[in-house]
């Protein structure tokens, strides 16, 4: 018998295509047991079900973002207006190695309540190279599922300022113990990653070793490639290869490798990332604001890339807002292409599908299905921006919807959300402990 049931809302499900049929999601044990209708005989048993009227509502998947940064999401507001060099020099290295552990767990507490009260149940997380600990144990509070890993960076001077570059044995162990305590933690809830910042940052050396233990572990690569034209022409110069050869000789490469942004990439790059099944992560918001250009996702799309999408991070967006980015990841392709370049229907499968395959998480999550984890959104369609419900629910949810129209999240079954509230950890609190902890920060940055 369930112990959950999402009663009488339009549940989205995916099977090759976007349909709705209104209905009850079953859930026992965090794992959806069936869609459609029931007849009430879980209400007779003896075993108490938590039954939650979704009459009214739209029941989606939980979205997923293939790349953020947590540990930044105090620096909102203190990075605008810069390209990409100059904010990484002159405002986030500072801020991020001001970090402490109070700082980076409350950075961790605010960016997981935002993503969560907007629908994101799922995340692929970098972190700064310090005071990862204190994020996995924001994110275990939390309640959301997130794969997280500390940022590896060794390459000082060129790549990496003093104060945040490490001995590549030094970074590998702590990479290494953090894998030891955290990957699978939260009964599977929490994993590890390993995360080179980018190629810039990182030793040829050490690349190698966080691809290979990477594999030692199960886990995912997450970095970023080619996200400037600067940075592309670094790579060039300093390893003699173009930037996708270049990861792909050092094993940043396959099911396992998660490169964000991927903007600059020409079409023999596309087809290797293809053949590679290399996960692309776009980041609409955070190309646009940081002027590092427009990712050719349908192109990358067209050449059988797998692709996903992310916010990136609070300082570079400035939010953490899943339907924000499929929204902007639509029509930013539109005036290039044509109206029809990446339709909503897509895009959602990018914020979903694409996502959880990102994380190596697609038989878990990225769909509402029996036998998948439930990561469940409900959508209150009550709003007027929302009117008249003639159209395609997925049109809805990509061009009209809004994080503030997430009434509930479930995250393996547990509620994290309801009625538009936070229940893992107070709101007002998370705030304030943020505001006085960005000021710390950004007092002992000394920000120029
Ligand atoms: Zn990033």
């Known amino acids: 018998m369930p112990d959950l049931r999402l009663a009488g809302g339009d549940v989205l499900l995916h099977d090759g295509i976007w349909r709705v049929v209104r209905g009850d999601v079953t859930v026992r044990d965090g794992t959806i047991q069936a869609v459609g209708r029931t007849d009430g005989r879980a209400d007779q048993d003896a075993t108490p079900v938590s039954v939650r009227d979704c009459r009214g509502c739209l029941v989606i998947p939980g979205l997923v973002q293939a790349h953020v940064h947590l540990c930044q999401t105090l620096f909102r507001g203190l990075a605008d207006d810069l390209r990409l060099e100059d904010w990484l020099v002159r405002r986030i290295w500072p801020l991020e190695a001001a970090h402490t552990e109070e700082t980076v767990y409350a950075s961790a507490l605010l960016g997981a309540a935002e993503l969560l009260l907007g629908g994101t149940t799922a995340i692929l997380d970098m972190e700064t190279v310090r005071h990862t600990g204190a994020a996995f144990r924001a ?10 890993g500390k940022c590896l960076m060794d390459a000082h001077p060129e790549g990496a300022p003093i104060d945040l570059a490490e001995s590549t044995d030094d970074a590998l162990a702590d990479a290494e113990a953090l894998a030891r305590r955290w990957h699978g933690a939260a009964d599977g809830r929490l994993r590890v990653c390993f995360a080179p910042r980018f190629v810039p ?6 690349l190698r070793a966080a691809s290979d233990l990477a594999e030692r572990f199960d886990a995912q690569l997450h970095t970023h490639a080619a996200e400037t034209i600067v940075e592309r022409e670094t790579v060039l110069r300093t390893t003699g290869l173009e930037e996708i050869a270049y990861l792909d000789s050092v094993g940043i ?18 087809k290797r990332l293809a053949r590679q099944g290399t996960t692309v992560v776009h980041c609409p918001s955070s190309n646009l604001k940081l002027a590092s250009g427009v990712a050719k996702v349908p192109e990358l799309l067209a050449a059988g890339c797998r692709v996903a999408i992310g916010a990136d991070g609070a300082p570079c967006n400035n939010g953490l807002d899943a339907f924000a980015e499929m929204r902007l990841a639509a029509l930013i392709q539109k005036p290039r292409l044509g109206a029809d370049a990446l339709p909503a229907a897509q ?4 914020a979903t599908l694409g996502g959880a395959r990102a994380l190596g998480l697609e038989d878990e999550i990225g769909s509402i299905a029996p036998g998948k984890r439930a990561d469940l959104v409900v959508l209150d369609l009550s709003e007027p921006h929302l009117h008249p419900l003639l159209g395609d629910p997925v049109s809805l949810i990509v061009y009209s919807a809004r994080s503030s129209d997430v009434r509930d999240v479930f995250v393996d079954g547990r509620p994290v959300v309801l009625g538009h509230e936070l229940l893992t950890a107070p709101v007002d609190h998370i705030v304030r402990e943020a505001d006085r902890a960005a000021a710390e920060l950004h007092r002992l940055a000394k920000l120029s």
């Open 253 to 270: 490469a396959g099911p396992r490798a998660v490169l964000a942004h991927c903007v600059w990439v020409d079409t023999h790059e596309m």
């Open 201 to 206: 940052s990182c030793s040829g050396p050490l």
């Open 347 to 350: 895009v959602l499968e990018l």
């Open 139 to 148: 994110l275990e509070r939390m309640g959301i599922r997130a794969t997280a």
